[in-house]
């Protein structure tokens, strides 16, 4: 034991072990007040991610949905138009040609086709 112990009462020592006690309680709940504190921030902190992540995953989809939905407008203009340009390439694509451009070309127009 220390020296300045020795001189102590034993009504101090134990006054001043339950000193001790009261103080290491209060350092335990200060410790758990502060651990409690960073659990608090670090579960709002996941919650706000969350929210943001699932927002940014609805925009993200979103918009994939509109590109999907554009590509395949195009694909089905480019099969179109690749299927027609088939068919004028083909055999007798010639006059199916001019068939077609019959629906452009109104009735009182004269065609002057050149050979």
């Given at each position: 034991?220390p ?15 339950s ?5 290491s309680e ?7 007040t ?6 608090v ?8 991610s969350?929210v ?6 609805k925009f ?5 949905r509109e590109?999907?939905?554009s ?8 099969d179109?138009l690749?299927?027609r ?11 199916r040609?001019m ?5 452009m070309?109104?009735k009182d127009?004269?065609?002057v086709?050149?050979?």
């Amino acid at each position: 034991m220390p020296k300045y112990l020795h001189n102590i009462t034993t009504k101090e020592k134990t006054s001043l072990v339950s000193a001790l006690k009261l103080n290491s309680e209060e350092k335990e709940n200060f410790v758990s007040t502060v651990f409690l504190g960073f659990k608090v921030c670090f579960t709002l902190l996941a919650i706000v991610s969350l929210v943001k992540i699932g927002y940014t995953s609805k925009f993200r989809l979103t918009r994939l949905r509109e590109i999907k939905n554009s590509y395949l407008h195009e694909k089905s203009r480019f099969d179109n138009l690749s299927q027609r340009f088939d068919d004028l390439i083909s055999f007798e694509g010639k006059q199916r040609f001019m068939k077609d451009q019959d629906q452009m070309i109104s009735k009182d127009i004269i065609r002057v086709i050149w050979r």
